[in-house]
């Protein structure tokens, strides 16, 4: 439904409407509230505020922003405030992209001294003519699933707004209030984590069932 | 596995291939792939990007990963609300029209 619509039904008390709005991105604001309180209970208490802030907003909301940004940006910034507000300290963002780890084992590339030093020495393997079958499959899908859950917050929550919601960069950074090089670190990260999981699964795979006969392999 | 990007000989074409892959390291382009695939990086250092890439097999395959990384991510549902918390925010949404 477009945000000019579902904007007038929400304006004319459309209970429904609420309710899919809601289905639709609860989930995914408990998440952007756990990026700056720490507590789940406060970050249902923030949403559930701010679902009341969106209710009363309404009537003020222009589409300069599209209604989901405008919603997350509601969320963020009540957010910040409580966590601020609960550590009575500088709070220590969880958005901030951290300790640089690098996307690639470091070992993957020619050493120092080598003529083509930081070159791939192991390059990836491809994933085949079959790739996409195999990525689609029930169970690789549940690695990928795995691998998100173990993300840091704010890697997991970048990576599915843009990946798995299909917002766009600029939409994500206006609903998260970060900027656009913080944007692309956290899902840079994210991204390189699961190719990491399912190189290791599908080499794994490979082992087990296409090479049985291989011994040399290192395990 | 030590397979190499690194031709032994050098007839023209190995040396323009050479300088193609001298145009951009791998361990830094593993680091830019979403740069890359968001248009974020400016001009010359996309130009000098696209040039390695055109030379190297090993850089290939790691960008057409993460493009199926995209897709298959794409492919996982968002997490579900759970029923008790549409029931609360039903309730809440009932109160607020209430006034």
Redesign the interface.
Known sequence: MEDATLVAALRS?D?AA??RL???H???LVRAALLHVRDRDVA?EVV?EG??AV??GLDRFQARSSLKTWIFRIVTNQARTRGTRERRTVPFSSLRPGIRQ???D?SR?RPAGD?????????????GPD??ER??ARE??RV??AT?DDLPNAQRMV??LR????WS?DEVCEALDIS?GNQ?VL??RA??R??RA??RYFDDDLGRNDRPMATTRDR | MTESNVPPSQSSADREREAALGAFECRALVELVTDYLDHAMDPDERGRLERHLAACDGCQIYVEQFRQVIAATGRLEPNDVSDDAIDALREVYRRYRRG
């Open positions: 008390g209970e609420f309710i809601v289905r639709r609860h989930s995914a249902e559930q679902w009341i209710m009363k690098p996307s690639v470091p590339f003529r083509w030093e930081g070159h791939w020495l192991e390059p990836p393997s491809s994933w790739a996409s990525l689609m690789t899908q990928i699933a998100l990576i599915s990946d798995i919601q299909g960069s656009p692309r899902l840079h991204r390189a699961v190719r399912l190189e």
